[in-house]
């Protein structure tokens, strides 16, 4: 057995060892099985842990971003100036500030509610996203890598994408470190 299945080849070869295990298969080869299996179980198992710290993290935040614009900070509405029998035009218009809710505008609308910026830091947000952001340029130095390929290694174009392939992978790494923002 390859030490390089991945975890659906190796679901699938114990599957498979269990179709045909017999009262004659070796205790060994059933030990090493499980024993990979179980390895296995716990790296994911580990992995799961770490994915629901961080969505627990990501739901926290999101609360606190939510709870920020239960109540907006004030309200504004639209008037018209109106016009005068010098001027028969609408002089201009201005917005008014109003403390509540329930203010109409020139036109009929409701006000509109203001909300103040919210200062609620979101540090799991923040690495999550710059995760997104630098997968996206690892795909870039990926693909740019495959084309590298073919061209002949001294080539102009070779070189240039090389140095594009080197660039991208460091720009990756700056974004996994929040820096490029």
Same mark, same amino acid.
């Given at each position: 057995?390859?030490?390089?299945?991945?975890?659906?080849?190796?679901?699938?070869?114990g599957h498979?060892?269990?179709?045909?295990?017999?009262?004659?298969?070796?205790?060994?080869?059933?030990?090493?099985?499980?024993?990979?299996?179980?390895?296995?179980?716990?790296?994911?198992?580990?992995?799961?842990?770490?994915?629901?710290?961080?969505?627990?993290?990501?739901?926290?935040?999101?609360?606190?971003?939510?709870?920020?614009?239960?109540?907006?900070?004030?309200?504004?509405?639209?008037?018209?100036?109106?016009?005068?029998?010098?001027?028969?035009?609408?002089?201009?218009?201005?917005?008014?500030?109003?403390?509540?809710?329930?203010?109409?505008?020139?036109?009929?609308?409701?006000?509109?509610?203001?909300?103040?910026?919210?200062?609620?830091?979101?540090?799991?947000?923040?690495?999550?996203?710059?995760?997104?952001?630098?997968?996206?340029?690892?795909?870039?130095?990926?693909?740019?890598?495959?084309? =590298?390929?073919?061209?002949?290694?001294s080539s102009?174009?070779?070189?240039?994408?090389?140095?594009?392939? =080197?660039?991208?992978?460091?720009?990756?790494?700056?974004?996994?470190?929040?820096?490029?923002?």
């Open positions: 057995m390859s030490d390089s299945l991945n975890n659906k080849e190796l679901i699938a070869v498979e060892f269990a179709r045909t295990m017999g009262s004659d298969t070796p205790i060994i080869d059933m030990a090493k099985i499980v024993t990979r299996l179980a390895e296995r179980l716990d790296c994911t198992t580990a992995a799961l842990g770490g994915t629901q710290a961080q969505r627990d993290q990501l739901a926290a935040e999101n609360a606190a971003l939510k709870a920020a614009f239960d109540k907006p900070q004030a309200y504004l509405s639209w008037h018209a100036i109106p016009p005068t029998w010098e001027d028969p035009l609408p002089c201009g218009e201005y917005l008014d500030v109003h403390d509540e809710a329930g203010h109409k505008n020139s036109d009929g609308t409701d006000c509109w509610p203001v909300f103040a910026k919210p200062e609620t830091e979101t540090p799991a947000t923040d690495v999550f996203l710059a995760e997104v952001r630098a997968q996206g340029v690892d795909d870039f130095a990926a693909d740019t890598g495959r084309l =590298y390929q073919t061209f002949s290694p102009a174009q070779a070189k240039a994408l090389k140095s594009m392939v =080197y660039r991208a992978t460091a720009f990756a790494a700056q974004l996994r470190q929040g820096g490029a923002e």
